[in-house]
Each structure stands twice: as structure tokens, then as C-alpha cells.
């Protein structure tokens, strides 16, 4: 049973989670974004605990992307590491107000005998995902006059990308700040 696991043979102690995500899972995570799919992987390195009669988990999400660079489109490595804090409940839709919610804690349902991972998975791994990934944080992007690859070759021209602009004036703001 992949990615499931009996509630009660989930202890106080905690029971480790250390498996790599089936690439059926994270195919279907990852089908709405521009990736490379045979080159994405994930692996949940994590420990299911009851503490009275709550199941937590809590670990870490690694996920490894194939995606194109935002900047010059070229193929960008990401590798992530997203922590994962997740109280599971027995029926999320009763709990009323009278439930602090905690920051930074996710909250998802199990049925009374089985944890299963896989949907928190999907979500989590869907949450990774870069808004702006890049091949390497020095990349020079495309040249908006011309598009050649400023990382390959020097066009001479001198038009800024709206990426460059703004880090640009961020780092004016810094140097103000520090100054
Ligand atoms: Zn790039
Ligand atoms: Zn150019």
C-alpha cells in the first residue's frame, strides 16, 4: 500500500515516511505545468505521530523539476525542499471555530483507519512549484530587442528585461537602506 498507512499502527513513537512519490502522482500533480516530466521526482521524507488521538505529519517534501528557465527558456534544475506540518483530522468539514488553526499547519481528513498521503502530496507538490524558475540566478535572459540568448551570445544591446528593471531598482532600494 503505497502511501498508506494504518492508523493504528501509527504510535506515539511515530512511524518513519521515506518513499519516493510514484511518478504516476507526480505526473498527474504536475499535468497544468510546463515541465519536463521524465525528469521530475519527488521523495517524502517525513514521521506519522498520534498524539492524543491526533495523527500528525511532519517532515519534508523534496522535489527535483525539469522546467524551462523563466528568463531564457532554457532547462532550468530545481531542486526544493518544502516542509510539511500536516494535522490529519477525522472529518475536517464538522470542526468548528472552537478548533484554533495553527500558521503554518496544514490540515487534511482521514477516515478513521487509513492515512493516505496522496492527496496532500498532490497539493504540496502542485504548492512547490516555482513561479519563476531560472537555470542559474546570474542568467541574463532573452535580449528584448533582438531575443538572442545573453547568455550565449553579446548582442550589444542594451534594452533591460522587465526582470532585470525591477531587481535593479531593488537594489537601489538596498543600497539606499544600507547607505
Ligand atoms: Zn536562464
Ligand atoms: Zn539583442
Do not use: W
Not at 82 to 100: F, G
Not at 165 to 174: A, D, G, I, P
Amino acid at each position: 500500500m503505497e502511501l498508506r498507512y494504518k492508523i493504528k499502527e501509527i504510535s506515539s513513537e511515530g512511524l518513519p515516511v521515506t518513499e519516493a512519490i510514484p511518478a504516476e502522482l507526480v505526473g498527474e500533480a504536475l499535468s497544468g505545468v510546463d515541465c519536463d516530466l521524465g525528469h521530475c521526482t519527488a521523495r517524502i521524507e517525513a514521521r506519522l505521530c498520534e498524539v492524543e488521538g491526533q495523527i500528525y505529519l511532519h517532515g519534508l517534501l523534496n522535489v527535483d523539476l525539469s522546467m524551462p528557465c523563466s528568463r531564457c527558456l532554457q532547462v532550468a534544475r530545481v531542486a526544493l525542499k518544502a516542509p510539511l506540518t500536516i494535522v490529519y483530522v477525522r472529518d475536517a468539514k464538522a470542526d468548528d471555530d472552537s478548533n484554533e488553526e495553527l500558521e503554518d499547519v496544514d490540515y487534511a481528513e482521514h477516515d478513521g483507519k487509513v492515512i493516505d498521503l496522496r492527496p496532500m502530496l498532490r497539493e504540496q507538490l502542485i504548492l512547490a512549484v516555482p513561479l519563476a524558475p531560472l537555470c542559474k540566478q546570474s542568467c541574463q535572459g532573452l535580449c528584448p530587442t533582438c531575443g538572442e540568448d545573453r547568455n550565449l551570445t553579446d548582442c550589444h544591446h542594451t534594452g533591460e528585461a522587465p526582470e532585470s528593471v525591477s531587481e535593479l531598482r531593488f537594489s537601489v532600494l538596498k543600497s539606499i537602506k544600507l547607505g
